[in-house]
């Protein structure tokens, strides 16, 4: 079972930058397709940004190209979601996500998650 777990959420203000972490266990990235998500209160899970399974290219949100930049060290096992620029638009819980989906772009496409960061945007 593929195991997921967030951290680096946090209070900061517009503008800001953050650094939000996946570890990810019991999977190898070759296997998966890894996305971020986020979900702002009374709204739906929305896709972030995520890595296509095969070749690993990345692709984005329209909401946030030029901001959000994922990563991945497949040494520590570890994806990162860096931002930048931050807005009060993007607050909201951070999901790490991993599917054997070729891509993900939607939550029903996503076969784990993790259990979320808060990120928090003040004005």
């Known amino acids: 079972q593929v195991q997921l777990v967030e951290s680096g959420g946090g209070l900061v203000q517009a503008g800001d930058s953050l650094r939000l972490s996946c570890a990810v266990s019991?999977?190898?990235?070759?296997?998966?397709?890894m996305a971020w998500f986020r979900q702002a209160p009374e709204k739906e899970r929305e896709f972030v940004a995520a890595?296509?399974?095969?070749?690993?290219?990345?692709y984005y949100a329209d909401s946030v190209k030029g901001r959000f930049t994922i990563s991945r060290d497949n040494a520590k096992n570890m994806v990162y979601l860096q931002i930048h620029s931050l807005k009060p638009e993007d607050t909201a819980v951070y999901y790490c996500?991993?599917?054997?989906?070729?891509?993900?772009?939607?939550?029903?496409?996503?076969?784990?998650w993790g259990q979320g960061t808060q990120v928090t945007v003040s004005s």
């Open positions: 996500a991993a599917s054997q989906a070729y891509a993900v772009i939607t939550s029903a496409l996503v076969d784990n």
């Open positions: 019991g999977a190898t990235f070759s296997r998966y397709a």
């Open positions: 890595f296509r399974r095969i070749g690993g290219s990345t």
